[in-house]
């Protein structure tokens, strides 16, 4: 069975920071992009940021460009979102997915709610 | 970036009626090796978003054969043959062609 499990969301303060983890399993990490995709309240879907199989591409949307850093470790079958100098547009549910562009293979997890506010 | 827009916002559909959705964006979506990663996503409330359908029509794995894609270019449409009271929600289109990929803003299909 595929999983794929976030954690690490929180409430903080703007300027602060938060870790999100993704612990994946039933599938081969170290195959696949990971990515993660986030979601505000009661809005729709935003693709932050991307990364390639062993980690040297990576790629994220324009408004969290240098303050967000995308990580994955292939011994530990996790992805990682460093989140530095959050703001309130920030928050959001954050989900972790792996997907391909033309292989029938696309999961995400159950999301982890990040909220910034002061 | 690709600008995605779907059409309509919302949708009440009756059961056992057919549906139909739009989703255009402002650049191609013809990649530099022929493919087109157009892909469609459905969320249901409270739930994660599920991919449905990628390269504009090919179906993900246990997707029911009543939703189905097509187009070209930068105009798609998803259809749905027969609405069961299991396909309300939202409704996403996304790009995969060009970095930053980008979703349209959702439709709300309810039933009537």
């Known amino acids: 069975e595929v999983q794929l499990v976030e954690s690490g969301g929180g409430l903080v303060q703007p300027g602060e920071s938060l870790r999100l983890s993704c612990a994946v399993s039933?599938?081969?990490?170290?195959?696949?992009?990971m990515t993660w995709v986030r979601q505000a309240p009661g809005k729709g879907l935003e693709c932050v940021a991307i990364?390639?199989?062993?980690?040297?591409?990576?790629y994220y949307v324009d408004s969290v460009k240098g303050r967000f850093t995308i990580s994955r470790d292939n011994g530990e079958n996790s992805l990682y979102l460093l989140m530095n100098s959050l703001r309130a547009e920030d928050t959001a549910a954050y989900f972790c997915?792996?997907?391909?562009?033309?292989?029938?293979?696309?999961?995400w997890g159950q999301g982890t709610l990040v909220s910034v506010s002061s | 970036d690709v600008v995605m827009t779907q059409s309509p916002l919302s949708l009440p559909v009756s059961l056992g009626q057919p549906a139909s959705i739009s989703c255009r964006s402002s650049?191609?979506?013809?990649?530099?090796?022929?493919?087109?990663?157009l892909n469609w996503f459905h969320q249901r409330p409270g739930q994660s978003p599920r991919r449905l359908l990628y390269?504009?029509?090919n179906r993900d794995s246990g997707v029911p054969d009543r939703f189905s894609g097509s187009g070209s270019g930068t105009d798609f449409t998803l259809k749905i043959s027969r609405v069961e009271a299991e396909d309300v929600g939202v409704y996403y289109c996304?790009?995969?062609?060009?970095?930053?990929?980008?979703f349209g803003q959702g439709t709300k299909v309810e039933v009537k």
């Open positions: 990364i390639n199989q062993d980690g040297s591409a990576k």
């Open positions: 996304m790009q995969g062609t060009q970095w930053q990929w980008t």
């Open positions: 039933g599938f081969t990490f170290s195959n696949y992009w």
């Open positions: 390269k504009v029509s």
């Open positions: 997915v792996s997907t391909t562009r033309d292989l029938p293979h696309d999961y």
């Open positions: 650049q191609s979506l013809v990649s530099s090796d022929g493919n087109t990663y």
